[in-house]
């Protein structure tokens, strides 16, 4: 049987942790959901910007807008990301429809300037959802003080959310309160609960990295710290996802938060390559993977890997006596912000060198390129 489908009749939602004009425009996309069992898609900005710097297919589109008289890298960063996200939902609409809502999801983040402000947030949320109309797209926001606020009152509103940046457990009991109190709000509102759902992404490798860095060489804690506690994050998706509470919710047709497995792609080459994959085959759980990844498994992953849930605690019981969690936690979330903001930087800076380059092509403007300026500016419009 192919390795990837056997990942997803395991109960795996195989999602792509990358999207670009190119993999649209070549049919790559296509290929992955007809053939390797993907059925979501995850963008980020550091993708983003490699996929803009690398390719020329954003060109048009970004003279068309200078021409128009667009020229805010910002805004044109977000035109441009909605219509890859709006894209790549299109092609994954089916899937959304054949799983009755549950899969087939595009994640599209709003922007980290915002990380530290709720009210901008749910702002800009709010605008992107209205301009991608589409009921199989989330917008990521990160788990932070200021993103719970924002993911309560987003879900009350009806907006998908993919929450990001999630290492801690103590965080992740926030971050499943807010899904619950915005169900509740929205649930006393008269609104309907089935055309909402959220996704909790929690980030793997990156709790490995730090943690081993702060053990000695030989320690049995080295590369077992992040698979411990995303497997426990699952059992508390579990118990937290079958209560009376959750049961009230579900009754009047809410979804569950499905947890999400994230840089899934190992660091350390001491390291088995899909070790974040294959011991994290945990029913109803997502697994977004890189290319890399995905291609690995294809060639030669495991799905029939047990779980070790019950070990899992136990590793943490000891970790927690070396390792303070909650500070290397609360580290990662910071840096993980920080460095989105350097990738949004880098691409806002892209951006405005190529709406430098379309005004110099504006001056040479010929009648022959209307149509496919008028092609562009429609694309904005959208």
Not at 90 to 96: R, S, V
Not at 164 to 179: G, H, K, M, N, P
Not at 240 to 255: H, I, N, S
Request: proline letters at 3%; hydrophobic letters at 45%; aromatic letters at 6%.
């Amino acid at each position: 049987m192919n390795r990837l489908q056997a990942l997803h009749d395991a109960g795996i939602s195989i999602w792509l942790d990358t999207l670009s004009r190119g993999l649209l425009e070549t049919g790559g996309l296509a290929d992955l959901i007809d053939s390797c069992s993907v059925t979501g898609v995850t963008s980020n900005d550091t993708n983003f910007a490699a996929a803009v710097s690398g390719s020329d297919l954003y060109d048009e589109q970004i003279r068309a807008a200078v021409l128009h008289g667009k020229e805010d890298p910002q805004e044109l960063f977000l035109h441009l990301a909605v219509e890859d996200v709006g894209r790549a939902a299109d092609l994954l609409l089916e899937t959304h429809v054949v799983s009755d809502g549950r899969d087939g999801f595009v994640s599209l983040g709003c922007t980290p300037d915002l990380a530290h402000d709720a009210q901008a947030t749910i702002a800009q949320a709010l605008l992107l959802w209205s301009r991608l109309h589409r009921p199989n797209v989330m917008l990521k926001v990160p788990a932070n003080d200021a993103g719970i606020l924002a993911i309560e009152e987003l879900i009350r509103l009806g907006v998908n959310v993919n929450v990001t940046l999630l290492f801690s457990l103590d965080r992740y009991e926030q971050v499943i309160e807010a899904y619950f109190l915005g169900l509740e709000r929205r649930l006393a509102a008269g609104k309907n609960l089935r055309e909402v759902t959220s996704v909790a992404a929690f980030f793997i490798s990156p709790l490995d990295s730090k943690a081993d860095a702060l053990l000695p060489g030989g320690s049995p804690l080295r590369g077992r710290v992040a698979l411990a506690n995303t497997q426990r994050a699952y059992a508390l998706y579990r118990e937290r996802f079958a209560g009376r509470r959750w049961q009230v919710l579900e009754q009047a047709g809410a979804r569950r938060q499905r947890p999400m497995w994230a840089n899934t792609a190992t660091k350390d080459p001491a390291y088995a390559e899909l070790r974040y994959v294959e011991e994290l085959i945990t029913p109803d759980a997502i697994n977004t993977m890189p290319l890399s990844t995905l291609s690995a498994f294809a060639d030669h992953g495991d799905a029939d890997h047990p779980v070790a849930l019950v070990e899992s605690a136990a590793i943490l019981d000891v970790a927690a006596e070396v390792l303070d969690l909650d500070a290397i936690s609360s580290e990662l979330e910071h840096e993980g912000v920080r460095a989105s903001f350097a990738s949004y930087h880098e691409v806002l800076e892209l951006i405005e060198a190529k709406v430098i380059e379309g005004r110099q092509a504006g001056k040479d403007f010929a009648p022959a390129d209307a149509n496919a300026l008028e092609a562009g500016r429609i694309r904005m419009a959208g």
